[in-house]
């Protein structure tokens, strides 16, 4: 599905550190054409929001509470498969990234990056 270059680029962040989502919220605020259209603290919430707001991208905490964000990543993309997932983790341990992309994720950031 090809995108509307005319339309802005539609973010969820999903975090349990409301410092990180900030961080990541104020970084992204200044790219153009990229609208936050919501924001979770947990995997389950992450999935839910997902559903209701239908955004582009997700930058997905690998290490959250309830349900981990390489769950929340398998669960969304079995519901909304167009939706692009990217992993923000602290490991840097290629177990990790490697089960990222087996659970559908587009890619894998490092929060140190």
Not at 44 to 61: G, I, S, Y
Not at 90 to 102: I, Q, S
């Amino acid at each position: 599905m090809k995108r509307d270059p005319t339309k802005p680029i539609r973010v969820v962040l999903a975090d349990d550190h409301p410092i990180v989502r900030a961080g990541v919220r104020e970084m992204l605020k200044q790219v153009p054409g990229v609208e936050i259209v919501g924001e979770a603290g947990d995997g389950r919430e992450a999935v839910e929001l997902v559903k209701t707001t239908r955004p582009d991208v997700v930058f997905m905490d690998i290490s959250m509470p309830g349900l981990n964000g390489l769950e929340a990543t398998e669960r969304i993309l079995q519901a909304l498969p167009n939706v692009r997932v990217i992993i923000l983790s602290r490991h840097d341990n290629e177990e990790y990234y490697w089960r990222a992309l087996k659970m559908g994720a587009a890619g894998y950031l490092l929060k140190k990056a």
